[in-house]
Nanobody, 127 residues
Framework: QVQLVESGGGVVQAGGSLRLSCTGS????????MGWFRQAPGKEREFVAA????????YFSDSVKGRFTISRDKAKNTVYLQMNSLKAEDTAVYYC????????????????????WGKGTLVTVSS
């Protein structure tokens, strides 16, 4: 079993930055592709970013491309989401996820097929 715990959420003003962390426990997450998703109030959960098992390939949704960066630290069993130039529409609960399949497919495959999910951390961007 893999347990995922997100941290780093909070309130920031538009244009600011925030760094989210997702730490795994139980089995290592280093054998999984990792991703970030978000869900705004009243909306469906959507893909944000993903990173491959090795960490050499990253993928982003069009809405965050150029503003967000995803990375991982295998020694710390942790994945990060660096969010810059935040906008009000970035307000959401952010979830990390682990999957045994390709990071390249995390944004298109059924979310029910993803192996593990964290419980989320709230990011609020004020304007």
């Amino acid at each position: 079993q893999v347990q995922l715990v997100e941290s780093g959420g909070g309130v920031v003003q538009a244009g600011g930055s925030l760094r989210l962390s997702c730490t795994g426990s139980g089995r290592t997450i280093n054998n999984y592709a990792m991703g970030w998703f978000r869900q705004a109030p009243g909306k469906e959960r959507e893909f944000v970013a993903a990173i491959s098992r090795i960490g050499g390939a990253t993928y982003f949704s069009d809405s965050v491309k150029g503003r967000f960066t995803i990375s991982r630290d295998k020694a710390k069993n942790t994945v990060y989401l660096q969010m810059n130039s935040l906008k009000a529409e970035d307000t959401a609960v952010y979830y990390c996820a682990a999957d045994r399949d390709l990071a390249r497919d995390m944004g298109t495959k059924s979310q029910s097929g993803i192996d593990y999910w964290g419980k989320g951390t709230l990011v609020t961007v004020s304007s």
